[in-house]
């Protein structure tokens, strides 16, 4: 197993540069469980510099992702909510690309004021492709937080080759059977409809755990959208995960073929759970 030439310069530039953010002050270092995460933690030790791993845990990643941290990389912080996904979901109803509430009391809070590693790559995602390496955080409330981004130029094939070449633990949901392309939040509402169809599916108790919250937020929150446009959970969370307009949802209840977003839930999915 070698690395490319072009490989070995990213990875002497992710040094060189993470050496050049170094501070009196440790940096935060954002681990997540993922491919990304582990790339940059493995450059931050080799790097030598001082750095705090945190883990922030979300509440639904996949299962097993703490006891992967514990067990394959013991110098990272596991930091637990105050409130879980679900009961986030239960106080606010659902997240959306608009409203990230559960990003921002989950995982960012930890970054509020600070310069933190990141592992994100621009070819993500449209929206980071002009990222720079070191990006100032602009929100207010993040009180002037710097995302030091290390592996922003490198491509899936740069991570992979990375882990690779190093043997560095990485998760098993990348490998057979799950063979996921992302490992995060299961369902997150950032991905695309699919992704989140896929995922819930793999992973149905927190299709049902999201399902019993969105129901409780509905029956405290009677003159919401929710509760003003679906009978139950189940006919939220169709709707949720198929991101089609309220009009088209209505349109398919009056449909000379009868809907039942609660059959169609637990068939797709909740029947998988053993
Ligand atoms: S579900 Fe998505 S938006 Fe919410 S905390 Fe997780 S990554 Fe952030």
Not at 82 to 106: A, D, M, T, W
Not at 169 to 182: H, M, Q, T, V
Not at 204 to 214: F, S
């Amino acid at each position: 197993m070698s690395i490319s030439w072009e490989l070995y310069l990213k990875i002497r530039q992710a040094i060189d540069f993470l050496r050049s953010m170094e501070r009196d002050n440790p940096l935060n270092l954002g681990f997540s469980g993922g491919k990304d995460s582990v790339v940059i933690l493995n450059l931050a030790e080799r790097a030598g510099i001082k750095y705090n791993a945190i883990y922030a845990n979300t509440t639904v990643d996949p299962p097993g992702t703490i006891s992967f941290i514990k067990k394959n990389y013991s110098q990272v912080q596991i930091m637990h909510p105050e409130r879980s996904f679900f009961k986030l979901i239960e106080g606010k109803g659902f997240p959306s690309r608009l409203r990230r509430f559960c990003c921002e009391e989950l995982k960012e809070r930890y970054g509020i004021g600070k310069r933190s590693i990141e592992g994100m790559r621009a070819s993500e995602s449209q929206n980071r492709k002009d990222y720079e390496p070191e990006q100032c955080d602009t929100r207010k409330w993040m009180k002037g937080a710097i995302h030091i981004l290390p592996i922003i130029g490198w491509t899936e094939d740069d991570v992979w080759s990375y882990i690779l070449y190093y043997d560095l633990p990485y998760s098993k949901y990348y490998d057979d059977p799950y063979n996921l392309n992302r490992h995060g939040c299961v369902g997150c509402p950032l991905c695309n409809c699919k992704q989140m169809q896929l995922e819930f599916k793999m992973f149905p108790r927190y299709a049902k755990c999201v399902i019993v919250a969105v129901e409780r937020y509905m029956n405290t929150h009677p003159n919401g959208f929710l509760a003003q446009n679906f009978v139950d959970g189940y006919e939220a969370f169709y709707y949720y995960i198929n991101e089609i307009p309220i009009a088209e949802f209505h349109e398919l209840k009056k449909g000379l073929f009868s809907f039942n977003a609660k059959e169609i839930i637990q068939r797709e999915i909740l029947n998988q759970i053993e």
